[in-house]
T-cell receptor, first 111, second 115 residues
Framework: NAGVTQTPKFRILKIGQSMTLQCTQD?????MYWYRQDPGMGLKLIYY???????DKGEVPNGYNVSRSTTEDFPLRLELAAPSQTSVYFC??????????FGPGTRLTVT | DAKTTQPPSMDCAEGRAANLPCNHS???????VYWYRQIHSQGPQYIIH???NNETNEMASLIITEDRKSSTLILPHATLRDTAVYYC????????????????FGAGTQVVVTP
């Protein structure tokens, strides 16, 4: 199993640009999550999904959108990027209440 | 979910046991204690979790006090590769599956293992 994979690893955006962060898992997990981590801080939940077609907001959803058309994929969309969205983004998945699988992260800089 | 309090940093000598404390005095009956760690720039790594009994796995042991208001993560023989930020998280298992996995990460404890 490849586990949770994220692309791209790094990205620099200009203010106002848009992009999609990709997340894929090959473990047939129903639950998927997006977190962001600002420098020196802990992770904060952006959005999560309990299955294909079902998504819900986490702690910090503003400025982001998600979709879950398949079990494997959970892309995170940034519209109108802002400097405040400079962060490291982690995707995770689980089959139960315990998240054991995190992706390697996408480091995003908005200038 | 109950909040947790951890020391911001601690040092440990290589080969010795590392005991990481976590205070969660407002924990409620259905809340679990989870521990994760994050090695620099990598994704978080699950270590262990428990409800009220002590737990042990190949990575660590989790000791939860009888009143459940605090816990200690024990790394039995710390190595240089255990240098990381360790997060103690308390969260409800929830009766509805839509509460699963909604972990609230704080600042954690920066553990530095020295030779």
């Amino acid at each position: 199993n490849a586990g949770v994979t994220q692309t791209p690893k790094f990205r620099i955006l200009k203010i106002g640009q848009s992009m999609t962060l990709q997340c894929t898992q090959d473990m047939n997990h129903n639950y998927m999550y997006w977190y962001r981590q600002d420098p020196g801080m802990g992770l904060k939940l952006i959005y999560y999904s309990v299955g294909a077609g079902i998504t819900d907001k986490g702690e910090v959803p503003n400025g982001y959108n998600v979709s879950r058309s398949t079990t494997e994929d959970f892309p995170l969309r940034l519209e109108l990027a802002a400097p405040s969205q400079t962060s490291v983004y982690f995707c995770a998945s689980s089959y139960s209440q315990v998240i054991r699988d995190f992706g390697p992260g996408t480091r995003l800089t908005v200038t | 979910d109950a909040k947790t309090t951890q020391p911001p940093s601690m040092d440990c000598a290589e080969g010795r046991a590392a005991n990481l404390p976590c205070n969660h005095s407002t924990i409620s009956g259905n809340e679990y204690v989870y521990w994760y760690r994050q090695i620099h720039s990598q994704g978080p790594q699950y270590i262990i979790h428990g409800l009220k009994n002590n737990e042990t796995n190949e990575m660590a042991s989790l000791i939860i006090t009888e009143d459940r208001k605090s816990s200690t993560l024990i790394l039995p023989h710390a190595t240089l590769r255990d240098t990381a930020v360790y997060y103690c998280i308390v969260t409800s298992s929830g009766t509805a599956t839509d509460s699963w996995g909604k972990l609230q990460f704080g600042a954690g404890t920066q553990v530095v293992v020295t030779p």
